[in-house]
Antibody, heavy 120, light 107 residues
Framework: EVQLVESGGGLVQPGGSLRLSCAAS????????MSWVRQAPGKGPEWVAN????????YYLDSVKGRFTISRDNAKSSLFLQMNSLRAEDTAVYYC?????????????WGQGTLVTVSS | DIQMTQSPSSLSASVGDRVTITCRAS??????LNWYQQKPGKAPTLLIY???NLQSGVPSRFSGRGSGTDFTLTISSLQPEDFAIYYC?????????FGGGTKVDIK
């Protein structure tokens, strides 16, 4: 069974940093792209970033470019999101999602999410 | 960026009804369109990928059609567990934009 478990969320002041982690199990992590998707309270999902199997291709939402960094450790089946210079508008539940092996994106497994609150 | 517009934003329906939700892309995306279902307090789950391919484990009452800019998600006979919010998502190019959602609730 595919399992994705996020951690690292919490309350942070504007301008602060957080590092989210996602522990994957139940599938061969190194053969899949992985994505982070966020959902602000009462809003729809918003794709944030994704990373190719070996990290050679990475894409970001424009509003997080230069502030967020996605990375992965295939040996530990783990995905990360380093978030710096956080803003109030980054407040959301952040989900880790399994992306494609090849071809077009399809987010076919999601974690339970971790809440990030940016507030003073 | 590609904009995804869903309609209606909400609808009320009864168990057994046939329900159709529409998603329109601001530019042609071929068949690069996914549909997700989200229940309160839960992560979204994938229903349909590539516009018309049923994800493994999803009941056959769900179906998707369309290509280019216009897409539909149909639930052939609404069941109690189908009351949820439905989102489309384009998978043609980054950023991978979601539609605004369609809330399906009980009439």
């Amino acid at each position: 069974e595919v399992q994705l478990v996020e951690s690292g969320g919490g309350l942070v002041q504007p301008g602060g940093s957080l590092r989210l982690s996602c522990a994957a199990s139940g599938f061969t992590f190194s053969t899949y792209w992985m994505s982070w998707v966020r959902q602000a309270p009462g809003k729809g999902p918003e794709w944030v970033a994704n990373i190719q199997q070996h990290g050679s291709e990475i894409y970001y939402l424009d509003s997080v470019k230069g502030r967020f960094t996605i990375s992965r450790d295939n040996a530990k089946s783990s995905l990360f999101l380093q978030m710096n210079s956080l803003r109030a508008e980054d407040t959301a539940v952040y989900y880790c999602a399994r992306d494609k092996e090849a071809g077009a994106t399809k987010l076919d497994s999601w974690g339970q999410g971790t809440l990030v609150t940016v507030s003073s | 960026d590609i904009q995804m517009t869903q309609s209606p934003s909400s609808l009320s329906a009864s168990v057994g009804d046939r329900v159709t939700i529409t998603c329109r892309a601001s530019q042609g995306i071929s068949s690069y369109l996914n549909w997700y279902q989200q229940k309160p307090g839960k992560a979204p789950t994938l229903l349909i990928y590539g516009a018309s391919n049923l994800q493994s484990g999803v009941p056959s009452r769900f179906s998707g059609r369309g290509s280019g800019t216009d897409f539909t998600l149909t639930i052939s006979s609404l069941q109690p567990e189908d009351f949820a919010i439905y989102y489309c998502q384009e998978s043609s190019k980054v950023p991978l934009t979601f539609g605004g959602g369609t809330k399906v609730d009980i009439k």
